[in-house]
């Protein structure tokens, strides 16, 4: 049923990955077998260990998608800086695109 | 009337049946509100049901074109008409047929979906007609064989979709992206229009085939080329012509914004079969298929740059059909390229081809199933801001996991459909021009880089006391989803299969244009 796709360069077989992933799981269910028998989740077992400081806030601990790739943007902020205000959000500057686009693509279809 | 009769005739219903159920659709409403939803929900599935029995018509028997008016036996040129064929035809090839089931499967499923996640809303009878016709704007622009029939499904399209933008208003903000959407779309549509004139008042026809027998690289005619890739790709959301897409795609009430995914990508339909069955045999050189290429890096890389800082997580996944839009222009333009070289166009330029055109149906798939997932996600708690988002895994377990399937698939991690495609993109394009294909996989990172990011900030972390009372989507909704999972799931196992079966026809019709041609003027009911 799971057939090789050929790329003309290559070949691909999903039944490989699936196989993976099997053998992943497996070892997954092995580790998970391998831990305590007597946790118990209605317990004081589920709370994280902080030195005997007092957890915080559930909001205070997740990781926001702010906080995300902060560095990627920051690193690419000169290029972040042209492209963001080119969507203005402004429909005169979006028809002004598209007019740009069909000049320059005539230039381009012509010249070449 | 027999089933004969009707199979004969599926061409029509195509049409017929949408149109239908969305002019009854406010009659029943009005009458009967209960047992409305049940009949939208019957007149997707019949459409799509015409749109698959179609498609395998097409796959067994080869191109169909019907003729609008004509006793069956008819001819598409008739008598009396010095050799033009004046009537409306519908000209479905493998193409065609590919893009029908697209369209198909994502506007049942959606459908499914958004008779539940609108169900509090007013007024949705008449959204449900607006949905049909968006629906019967598509399945036109992908079967006809008529370049003013194309324009006028083309607007049906894109009034439809406006009006469905706007229809559940967002603040202002939905009115606002529905306008920009419809005065881009209306200026690329005016520009399609103004190029199908320029080939008129040259060829005396509005018929693709006979256009495509007769035309010659005259200076209008390079004009038209011009006018068509931009207004088309305006439709596609291809860079620089998006600008408006992510405006309109994030305010629109997320099961439309699915069905709008398959819109677009009727446009770029358009783009290649103008490209390939009108202009195809009078390229000479590899610029227009560079010009396609550009396009397709330009939206693969500003696409998915764009997505990688927004907040507001539909506009994160409007980016990201932007970028993936550019997959499926890299990998056609390639094969438009070496379109007059056989021996390039066989050693890569074919398997371009078919890779650009599988990553169509994959994207409709996955990107739909994505835009379901967020809308369930918005459905339960009111929130976009990702900022806002977190633990939403502990109480919509099936969201996270139908999320997690599009995720990997847009990202082109194996066995989902999306690698598949991306693979045969990827391979093809390294022989056309390494640096291209390199590019290409930076974006694939870049894309898993962003999902990372949306999956994490939506449904990892701790449960957020904010949402503690939020509980898992109703089953029909989920239902929606979980088809479009189903078809990312399946043609990522089977990739060989769908490729033989779906994608090698539809780049057959594109390559072969004689076919195409001979298929219309010497054919008819």
Known sequence: MIGTLTTGFGVWNPLVWLCVILVALLFSWIIWRCGESDYDEDTEQTSPYLSGNAEPAKGAVHVRAGNMYWGFTAALKSYYDKLIPLHSGIVNDYVSWFLIGVVVLFAVVVLL | ???????????????????????LTPVIGRFLSSIRDAWVILASFVSSLVAILLAAQVYAKGTIVYVFGAAPGVGTIPA???????????????????????????????ILYLTLSQSKRSYRSEFYALYLLLTAGIFGMVSTGDMFNFFVFLEINSLAASALIAYHRNGGLAAEGALKYLIVNTVGALMILFAIGLLYAQYNSLNMAVIASQLTLTSLNIL?????????????????????????????PSGITALMIVASQAGLYGMFR?????????????????????????????????????????????????????????????ALAVLGDIALTDAFGRMAMEGGLFHIINHAMYKGLLFLAVGAVIYRTGVWNLNEMGGLGHKMKWTMIFFLIGALAIAGIPPFNGFASKLMIYESTFAFNPAIAVIAMV????????????????????????????????KRMLAGMAILAFFVVAFGLVPDLVVNTLVAPAADALLNQGQYIASVLGGGL
């Open chain 2, 1 to 23: 009337m027999n089933a004969d009769v009707l199979l004969a005739n599926l061409p029509a219903l195509l049409i017929a049946v949408p149109l239908f159920g969305a002019f």
């Open chain 2, 224 to 252: 038209a080329l011009v006018l068509f890739i931009a207004g088309l790709g305006t439709k596609a959301g291809a860079v620089p012509f998006h600008f408006a897409t992510p405006d309109a795609y994030s305010v629109a």
């Open chain 2, 274 to 334: 103008i490209l390939f069955s009108v202009y195809g045999h009078v390229f000479t050189s590899e610029t227009v298929g560079w010009v396609v290429i550009i396009l397709g890096v330009l939206s693969m890389f500003i696409g998915v740059t764009m997505a990688i800082p927004q907040k507001d997580i539909k506009r994160l996944l409007s980016y990201h059909a932007v970028s993936q839009t550019g997959y499926m222009l890299l990998g056609v333009g390639v």
């Open chain 2, 80 to 110: 009396d008409s010095g050799g033009i064929p004046i009537r409306i035809l519908f000209t479905i090839d493998g193409f065609g047929a590919l893009m029908l089931i697209s369209a198909a499967i994502v506007s049942f499923a959606v």
């Open chain 2, 443 to 474: 974006v694939s990172i870049l894309t898993l880089a962003s999902f990372m990011k949306v999956f994490h900030s939506v449904f990892m972390g701790p449960q957020l006391p904010e949402y503690e009372k939020v509980r898992e989507v109703p």
